[in-house]
């Protein structure tokens, strides 16, 4: 069974590795995540989608180790930006920037756009890669408004100017357990979760 089995998350971010560790205690699955090995291969992430960044890093990081891999490409789309920064979140205010500097850059970029007009999603695409190529991949999403001002300290990334409108609170307002009920990467797991027989 794949859940005894160990299988690798092909991320590097502990906020995300945090919601995936949540995730699968209820799931039965126990991984690694490339915080727990050595010189892992870095990947170039130059796609120019979601899913084929979530491919590649899904991939490498199978190939590498030679066991299930699954990765997570994820981001924020603002309408009011056209979709900006999508998948290029993560360095949205430079190639090493900090959440702080991504958050205070999309504040800047949105100044004197009312809050019903800061219509934004997050995206997460991910992909189960297996060793010998076979893979399957699922989505999710979630939507909500960029806030006027960073409120909460839990979560990562956008999470404290991601505005969820029925709770009056940010991502980074609420618990990771309240978070992993609605969130994107969730809903992204859980599909992806159907379809992991299929790779066994
Ligand atoms: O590529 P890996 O190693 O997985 O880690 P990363 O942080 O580079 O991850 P991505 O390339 O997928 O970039 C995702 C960006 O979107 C942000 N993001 C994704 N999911 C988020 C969430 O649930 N809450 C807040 N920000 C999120 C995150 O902070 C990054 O800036
Ligand atoms: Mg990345």
Redesign the pocket.
Known sequence: MYTKEKCI?????Q??IR?FHELFKDLGIESLS?LDVENPPS?V?DGST?FE??FK?AKTISEHFGIIAI??????EVDALNGR?G?Y????AGEN?T?EE?NKKLLNELKGVALEDRTAR?R?VMVAYRPDGKWVKAEGT?EGLISIEPRGDQ?????PV?LLPELGKT??EIAIEE?NKI???AKALLALHEKLPELL
């Open positions: 998350l092909a991320t590097k971010n906020g995300k919601e490339l990947v992430e979601f960044n979530a890093k990765s997570d490409d994820s981001g924020l920064p998948i979140s993560a360095r949205y920037a959440d991504n997050f997460c979630l979560g990562f990334g956008y999470d991601f991502l980074a978070k969130s994107h990467r």
